[in-house]
């Protein structure tokens, strides 16, 4: 029980569907992000969220929009992917951003798969 | 450019030892984590360095050496649930972390 959740688990979608990814954290922090990872290749931080307001958005494309209502709550809305956007999306919180030894704790991931 | 280097992949013997080494060059330095990683989980948290030296956790050991942009993770008795990716991750000095790309390690009977 990592204290971070994340549904769908698995999500297979065309590439002119909508959808969201929902995350959850149930550990009291102040911070949360999502990450891409691709086979073999380092994470990718997408975006930050700091007491609910986002702190970095590092380039990525406007088919991917954040969305955190409270400190608990994360989502990643998807519409109109490409099929390389097909990766495991990662969400993590810390007890606050930015700040020496932050360990993130990380949910299992979305599997995603954008035929 | 920022960069974190490890073997893509390793392999080891059950009761044997192993070492994972990451080297790195980032601007600025606020720590170095290592995490875990069993396929299709999510990474958990191992380890973090920010001095000098070899922290030691039961069966787990850091090394860091921030002079050499150099770390290992090192891995005593190993068991077969030891088989899992292990990604070393720099804080900069933004606190962002920058990530490898992960070290696959599998254990053999």
């Known amino acids: 029980e990592t204290g971070v959740t994340q549904t769908p688990r698995h999500l297979v979608m065309g590439m002119t569907n909508k959808k969201s990814l929902k995350c959850e954290q149930h550990l009291g922090h102040n911070a949360m992000y999502w990450y891409k990872q691709s086979a073999k290749k380092p994470l990718e931080l997408m975006f930050v969220?700091?007491?609910?307001?986002?702190?970095e958005n590092n380039s990525v494309p406007s088919r991917f929009s954040p969305e955190c209502p409270n400190s608990s709550h994360l989502f990643l809305h998807l519409h109109t992917l490409q099929p390389e956007d097909s990766a495991l999306y990662l969400c993590a919180s810390s007890h606050e951003y930015g700040g020496a030894y932050n360990e993130q704790f990380f949910g299992p991931g979305t599997r995603l798969t954008v035929l | 450019g920022q960069n974190i280097d490890q073997p893509t992949e390793m392999t080891a013997t059950e009761g044997a030892i192993v070492q994972i080494n990451c080297t790195y060059q980032t601007s600025g330095f606020n720590g170095l984590f290592w995490y875990q990683q069993h396929a299709g989980e999510a990474p958990t948290f191992l380890s973090y360095?920010?001095l000098d030296g070899l922290e030691e956790k039961g069966r787990f050991s850091s090394f860091l050496s921030r002079s050499k942009g150099y770390s290992y993770l090192l891995l005593k008795e190993l068991q077969m649930k030891d088989s899992a990716s292990y990604l070393c991750?720099?804080?900069?000095?933004?606190?962002?972390?920058?990530w490898g790309a992960g070290t696959k390690l599998i254990i053999k009977p």
């Open positions: 991750a720099v804080m900069d000095s933004n606190y962002q972390l920058i």
């Open positions: 360095n920010v």
């Open positions: 969220y700091s007491l609910e307001e986002r702190v």
